[in-house]
């Protein structure tokens, strides 16, 4: 971790009052450049990163998608899942103004508007996550129990290599 101190966003606020016991991890934000950059800089598996996006069904109802670093949603999955006709990522303003944070530091905690969550189910074999804390350049590494306890994700199956 650099020498600069973690910001207190609305994401740490969360974990916080969830009394979950998380580490800092900063690093230098490279815009585009994803959990590969983040991995990369911080020496981690890109598997353990786990990337928050904004999705909506064709209502433009908002959900969010929790997905390993190193893998894609098979959006048509989570559709038939889910009951909707098709789901689609959001636009980065979109997404901003439904999470409450700036495209590549969206955090599943903290959310600016209640949305449903989804978890692939593999993330929770996993010993530890590292997951944006709510800023640029500011990863939290916790324990995925923990994180599906604050977060009470429905667990699915939509994550397919790439």
Same mark, same amino acid.
């Given at each position: ?13 969360e974990l ?16 585009? %450049? ?46 038939? =899942?889910? %009951? ?12 901003? /103004?439904?999470?409450? #944070?700036?495209? %590549? %530091? ?6 600016? /508007?209640?949305?449903?969550? #989804? ?10 996550? #590292? =997951?944006?804390?709510?800023? /640029?350049g500011y ?20 994550? =397919?290599?790439?």
């Amino acid at each position: 971790m650099s020498r600069e101190k973690a910001p207190v966003s609305a994401a740490v606020r969360e974990l916080r009052r969830a009394e979950v016991s998380f580490s800092d991890h900063l690093y230098r934000y490279e815009e585009r %450049g994803g959990t590969a950059a983040s991995s990369r800089e911080l020496g981690l598996d890109e598997h353990s990163v786990i990337k928050t996006l904004i999705m909506e069904d064709e209502s433009k109802k908002p959900l969010v998608v929790l997905m390993h670093g190193d893998m894609q949603v098979s959006t048509k999955e989570l559709a038939r =899942i889910i %009951g909707a006709k098709q789901v689609s990522p959001c636009s980065p303003e979109t997404a901003n /103004r439904h999470s409450g #944070y700036l495209t %590549g %530091g969206t955090s599943p905690f903290g959310l600016k /508007r209640k949305m449903p969550i #989804y978890m692939e189910e593999s993330i929770l074999k996993l010993e530890i996550v #590292y =997951i944006n804390g709510g800023s /640029r350049g500011y990863l939290v590494g916790l324990s995925p129990l923990e994180m599906s306890r604050v977060l009470e994700p429905v667990v699915v199956t939509v994550g =397919i290599s790439g």
